[in-house]
């Protein structure tokens, strides 16, 4: 194994601890001559979608619906 073989592996590692927390990971898997690195980033949060109902209906058609 080469001096400093891995430090860059490590570095990514420990930013995505400081950015991401356990919301994202990687996995190194190193075999005869194969090297796979797999990353896992979390997405953007997504908003719930209205589907049915009068507040769907108000959507499709650009009406806002108030409450009194």
């Known amino acids: 194994k080469k001096s400093g073989a ?7 590692q420990r ?3 400081m950015a991401y927390g356990r919301d994202a990971s990687l996995r190194v898997e ?6 796979r690195v797999e ?3 979390p997405g953007p949060p ?3 979608q209205i589907t ?5 209906d108000a959507k499709a058609s650009g ?3 108030t409450s009194s």
Request: proline share 7%; charged share 25%; net charge negative.
């Open 6 to 12: 891995g430090m860059g592996l490590m570095n990514v």
């Open 15 to 17: 930013r995505l601890e």
């Open 30 to 35: 190193a075999e005869r001559e194969r090297f």
């Open 39 to 41: 990353l896992l980033l």
């Open 46 to 48: 997504v908003a719930p």
């Open 52 to 56: 049915a109902g009068p507040a769907a």
């Open 63 to 65: 009406t806002e619906i």
